[in-house]
């Protein structure tokens, strides 16, 4: 499968609330890093993923759609300028826009770099709460 077609297919997984689906496309190295001073930035490792990943749709009951506006691939990296909307379980709408870059090693995804707007997670995600 083309590396796009990975990424759009995780992004599915995503927007299905597929934990299974989305987890399982991470290689056993595999790891997402997260930018920002925010409670959820850093780094998770797979198994942590896994431990940790339901909690977006505890989060977004309703689910959060993401929607794929530009991708660009070269060699085992996909570039992706996205964007979220949902309803926070708080009762706030969630409007975000990110870039991601997927890197895969052996057909799975071993790097997912997630760069987006802070303020916006610290405030609705976080609940104005900062490390």
């Known amino acids: 499968m083309e590396n796009k077609a990975k990424v759009e297919k995780f992004i599915n997984c995503l927007n299905q609330g597929d ?10 190295e595999g790891s997402v890093w997260t930018s920002g ?3 959820i930035s850093g780094t998770a490792n ?17 689910g959060l759609i993401f ?8 060699g085992d990296k996909v570039a ?3 964007e979220s909307n949902g309803m926070h379980a708080s009762g706030k709408h969630y409007n975000n826009h ?4 997927f890197e895969f090693r052996d057909g799975l995804l071993l790097s997912l770099k997630e760069y987006m ?4 997670v610290t405030d609705i995600l976080c609940g104005g709460q900062r490390p």
Do not use: C, N, R, W
Not at 20 to 27: D, E, P, Q, S, T
Not at 67 to 74: G, N
Not at 117 to 120: A, K, Q
């Open 117 to 120: 707007d802070t303020e916006l």
């Open 46 to 62: 797979k198994s942590q993923i896994s431990a940790t990943a339901g909690a977006i749709f505890e989060a977004f009951p309703d």
């Open 67 to 74: 929607t794929i506006h530009s991708m660009i691939a070269e």
């Open 19 to 28: 934990v299974a689906g989305f987890v399982g496309m991470y290689h056993p």
């Open 37 to 39: 001073q925010t409670l």
């Open 80 to 82: 992706v300028e996205a």
């Open 98 to 101: 990110y870039h991601f870059l």
